[in-house]
């Protein structure tokens, strides 16, 4: 069975500090890892998606690197703000359409 | 931009009611899914579709069931709703293998 690990659990930075969020899974017989954010009370946002194939994808601030032979993937946040304060979840899917879940890491940006 | 919408943020629910809680995608998505989300548990599978009148059970699809008549809508339904069912419960919708979108999830609280 795929495990999920997230470290660390919560993460307090000063606004202007980068964000380093860690993602790792025992299975590599992956198809994907999607990185979401959650806000308190509401539902998932999608952040990135990368595929098996792919080693890192880019969104604006956020980049996220996937190394499937470790079982790695690594959420990078750039210039953080306090709008950033939020837990992001890491999600590894797999080739039956099921997604397994990290606990998530809960991050606090401080003004 | 798929949207994933879930009729309700919050409901209140006594104890043996039949609970139904409705779950609307927009872009013909043959995937969706249904979780709930508790506190040091995470995310976990309840049910999920990959196509009409297709249903699947997740890891834990003891005391609900679902029905998928329409592409577009995937329903969750409590039988008997019991107070250990009062959770965050998030639909979700796939297209194929590629990345999920969720909706912004029902609040439940069974009395």
């Known amino acids: 069975k795929q495990e999920v690990t997230q470290i660390p659990a919560a993460l307090s930075v000063p606004e202007g500090e980068n964000l380093v969020l860690n993602c790792s899974f025992t299975d590599s017989a992956i198809y994907n890892l999607q990185w979401f954010r959650q806000d308190p009370g509401k539902g998932l946002t999608s952040l990135l998606l990368i595929q098996s194939s792919q080693r890192e994808q880019t969104s604006g601030r956020l980049n996220a690197s996937l190394d499937k032979s470790s079982g790695r993937s690594t959420l990078y946040i750039a210039a953080s703000q306090p709008g950033d304060s939020a837990t992001y979840l890491c999600?590894?899917?797999?080739?039956?359409?099921?997604?397994?879940f990290g606990a998530g890491t809960t991050v606090t940006v401080r003004a | 931009d798929v949207k994933v919408t879930q009729s309700s943020r919050y409901l209140v629910k006594r104890t043996g009611e039949k609970v139904f809680l409705e779950c609307v995608q927009d872009?013909?998505?043959?995937?969706m899914f249904w979780y709930r989300q508790d506190p040091g548990l995470g995310l976990r599978l309840i049910y999920f579709s990959y196509d009409v009148k297709m249903k699947e059970k997740g890891d834990i699809p003891e005391g609900y069931s679902v029905s998928r008549e329409k592409k577009e809508r995937f329903s969750l339904i409590l039988e008997s709703a019991s107070t250990n069912q009062t959770s965050m419960y998030l639909c979700?919708?796939?297209?194929?293998?590629?990345?999920?979108?969720f909706g912004s999830g029902t609040r439940l609280t069974v009395v």
């Open positions: 999600a590894v899917g797999h080739y039956d359409y099921k997604l397994s």
């Open positions: 979700a919708s796939s297209l194929g293998l590629l990345g999920y979108t």
């Open positions: 872009m013909d998505h043959e995937n």
